[in-house]
């Protein structure tokens, strides 16, 4: 038999190993490589709006609404003009922006400059950054009674220190002069730990020839702090302080157990402290959703602020 009688042979083309099937989108292609990564990102997406994005329209719609008798009606302005001419809220505001306050010249001071201060220990720095976490992993409620604890007028810790010096006792939680402060001391003790190790971090990232050079100048350690330290680590500086002003105007837990939330005379009523009573003691939720909206949009414009600083820190 010729060559030229044989059956010519069919050549089959196998498939590749991983090749999509024909006429498949680049969409449904790029879904189907990606369909675990999707599961899990629509989960956090869905959870996120539900106990996130939900509570935050839902506050919007109910701050313009009044609820009666299982009865919801559109009340306009009302409520926001309710609120407005409420002496407790013009009150709770001076309360946040001075506990605000306080807590920026001790709770933001402070850790920067202990962190300063572990930055000079060239050994044991792994537990003394243990020892300054410590009071953050503490559980809140445990660490405030804790400080009602010191705050005793009649066997608290404080009050002992200030007879060994002769000092007359205070009533710590009980006057109107002192209030505010305790509960800032207190709210500082709790949370400086994790400020101070960020500020320790920045610390560690400034070159060693810096300082190096000022000490050749003949600088000290307060001049190498304000011309090496502070510029150095000025965007942290910048975006700690607009975090140490969110989270201190969102206080509650603080005043709430120490001073049973409004304190002597309203002393320690803060403006979340004011929305529970607005809606738990009052039963009024439109006008705690009213108050609720005047701290988002407050709290909106700092955050706004931080999302750009650090945009450029990025850049």
């Keep these: 038999m010729s060559a030229s009688t044989l059956p010519a042979r069919r050549e089959t083309t196998l498939p590749r190993q991983g090749a999509e099937p024909p006429g498949q989108s680049g969409f449904a292609r790029a879904l189907r490589r990606n369909l675990t990564a999707h599961g899990f990102l629509i989960g956090a997406v869905l959870c996120f709006a539900f106990f996130s994005w939900y509570p935050m329209v839902r506050e919007f719609v109910l701050a313009f609404q009044k609820t009666k008798d ?39 001071v402070l850790p920067f400059l202990v962190a300063v201060l572990l930055n000079e220990f060239r050994h044991g720095q792994g537990y003394l950054r243990l020892l300054v976490y410590l009071p953050v992993m503490m559980p809140p409620v445990a660490s ?3 400080f009602k604890y ?5 066997y608290g810790l404080f009050n002992r220190i200030f ?11 009980q006057s109107t002069d002192t209030a505010m402060l305790s509960v800032v001391i207190a709210a500082t003790w709790m949370n400086m730990g994790s400020a101070t190790l960020v500020y320790l971090a920045a610390l560690q990232a400034i070159p060693g020839e ?8 003949g600088a000290g350690l307060l001049r190498k702090i304000w011309h ?32 049973n939330g409004a304190g002597p005379e309203g002393s320690t009523t803060t403006v979340v402290y004011l929305i529970y009573q607005y809606a738990f003691n009052f039963n009024n939720y439109g006008g705690a ?27």
Excluded: K
């Excluded at 988002?296 to 700092?302: P, R």
């Excluded at 650090?310 to 850049?315: I, L, N, Q």
């Design 228 to 259: 090496v330290t502070v510029p150095q680590t000025r965007l942290v500086l910048s975006l700690m302080f607009l975090m140490q002003i969110i989270a201190t105007m969102q206080v509650f837990t603080e005043p709430f157990l120490l001073t």
């Design 144 to 146: 405030v009674l804790l």
């Design 210 to 217: 810096l300082y190096e050079a000022a000490e050749l100048d």
């Design 163 to 173: 007879d060994l010096f002769g000092l007359p006792a205070q009533q710590w939680l």
């Design 150 to 154: 010191f705050y005793d007028p009649g």
């Design 289 to 315: 959703a009213a108050l609720g909206l005047c701290l988002l949009v407050l709290l909106a414009g700092f955050s706004a602020l931080y999302v750009r600083l650090s945009r450029d820190s990025g850049d």
């Design 70 to 108: 299982g009865r919801t009606t559109w009340a306009g302005w009302s409520n926001l003009s309710y609120v407005f001419h409420d002496p407790a809220f013009w009150q709770a505001w001076r309360n946040t922006l001075l506990f605000t306050g306080l807590a920026l010249v001790l709770g933001f």
